[in-house]
């Protein structure tokens, strides 16, 4: 598991959505066809809320046991693989600057057809939806940083009642589409 690391939030930069599509091209090129698709998930995916500076991107990939075939492709592109670290079925990866060791970017790799792929974007659709649901996440989100501003995981931790009741209502919702 990576060390947890100090949990800052920045007003939303429109930015982060060109950077997303940089990187899911950048691992779409290396990767090639055992990439279908990524999908720029997380609070940097949501406009109008703070977030911490890191992309969160969904590779869908043809199978996980294809994209562990590729470890080293990842590791070349500067990634650190962490393998499901506890969620079945998920390949975990992280990038960090290799000047400041920033965290970048995060990938949740799911494999084509997994329920998580729809789990994350339910939760992203339903927040992009519903700017009022999207500020209380921001205001839910500030308390657990000011709660735990040195330790990413503890943070995390905080969110997630929060996270799991607007996901049911977001899965209800995206169901039904």
């Not at 657990?144 to 919702?173: F, G, M, T």
């Amino acid at each position: 598991m990576p060390p947890p690391i100090q949990v800052t939030l920045v007003p939303h930069d429109p930015r982060w959505a060109e950077a997303a599509a940089a990187e899911a091209r950048s691992l779409a090129d290396a990767l090639g066809p055992v990439v279908l698709r990524v999908h720029h998930v997380g609070s940097t995916a949501i406009p109008g809320i703070s977030a911490k500076p890191i992309l969160d991107l969904i590779p869908v990939v043809t199978s996980v046991d294809e994209l562990d075939k590729h470890q080293g492709v990842l590791e070349a592109l500067g990634y650190a693989v962490w393998g499901e670290l506890g969620l079945p079925g998920r390949r975990y990866c992280t990038k960090d600057d290799p000047r400041t060791r920033e965290r970048l970017v995060q990938l949740h790799c799911y494999a084509d057809g997994s329920r998580e792929i729809s789990r994350h974007l339910a939760f992203r659709d339903y927040l992009r939806e519903r700017p009022s649901v999207a500020r209380e996440y921001d205001d839910e989100k500030a308390r657990c940083q000011r709660l735990h501003p040195n330790d990413s995981h503890a943070y995390s931790d905080c969110k997630n009642a929060w996270i799991k009741r607007i996901e049911a209502e977001a899965l209800a919702v995206y169901q039904t589409r």
